[in-house]
């Protein structure tokens, strides 16, 4: 029974595999609802038959496998830089783990039970950690793959910058609330007018007898207003338009506030 785990393991092949084969080995803790995140750790590319070479070797991972999703499930356990190694999710390190290990509280088994989703998860949080001390900047997806609210194109980049203002070592990011907290401080980005049609002799001259004001780069859950005063009136505005009237050369103000209030 271990040589056909050694054997699905540097094969990356688990379909022969049963929880009775585990069991023959003498490894405990598999069961029906975690054989498939089991055999997928097996078969990723950093698990091979050496990492599996005994038993015990093969009870670390199972035993590892079964810490990351026990903090699932809005569980708080936590796992370990070494354990998420043992199933073959590299890269990771004491700070990246620790924000894993909080972003897998808000997930599911099932969300988690494949090395696959686990890797590209442990990768934006390793990139959170580097982008802490200086390296390269996160993208969108990243952040919003780790349950991060209130960011968006509009104010990325205020992020960005943010993030690589904290601690080099991670320690101001290291975790769901410290890395939010940071986020929903950042202010909302400016608002970006166009007009509906530009009917003028060019269509860049802002000449127009189209009053349709055309408002973009609000943030999802933001409000908006518009004024055409110079700010001593501020109107609600709704969609993404708004319509002013009359002839003349026109001055046009929005500003939005975010859900947390900025």
């Known amino acids: 029974a271990l040589a056909a785990i050694q054997n699905a393991a540097k094969d990356n ?44 070797l093969v009870q670390g991972v199972v035993d590892a496998y079964s810490a990351i999703l026990a903090g699932t499930g809005g569980n708080n356990a936590k796992a370990t830089a070494a354990q998420y190694g043992l199933v073959g999710v590299t890269g990771m390190g004491t700070a990246s783990a620790s924000l894993l290990d909080d972003v897998l509280v808000s997930k599911t088994k099932s969300d988690v039970d494949t090395v696959t989703v686990l890797q590209k998860l442990a990768d934006a949080a390793n990139a959170v950690i580097s982008a802490a001390a200086g390296g390269a900047s996160l993208t969108l997806e990243q952040l919003t793959s780790l349950g991060i ?5 509009s104010n990325l980049a205020a992020v960005q910058t943010a993030i690589a203002g904290s601690d080099d070592s991670g320690s101001g990011v290291d975790t769901l609330a410290e890395l939010q907290a940071l986020v929903t401080a950042v202010p909302p ?21 189209d ?10 859950g933001a409000t908006w207003q518009y004024s055409t005063d110079g ?3 501020w109107i609600k505005g709704s969609g993404t338009s708004f319509i002013i ?18």
């Open 245 to 262: 009237t009359g002839d003349g050369e026109k001055s046009v103000n929005v500003r939005q506030t975010d859900s947390s209030g900025k």
């Open 13 to 56: 092949s688990t379909d022969s595999l049963s929880l009775q084969t585990f069991k023959d080995a003498g490894v405990t803790g598999v069961n029906g609802s975690n054989l498939s995140a089991i055999a997928s750790a097996l078969n990723s590319a950093a698990v091979t038959d050496t990492q599996v070479g005994s038993t015990a």
């Open 189 to 209: 980005g400016v608002p970006v007018l166009a007009l509906g049609t530009d009917t003028g002799s060019s269509r860049v001259d802002h000449v127009t007898k």
């Open 231 to 233: 700010g001593k009136n």
């Open 149 to 153: 609210k209130d960011v968006n194109f």
């Open 211 to 220: 009053g349709t004001i055309k408002v973009s780069n609000i943030e999802e």
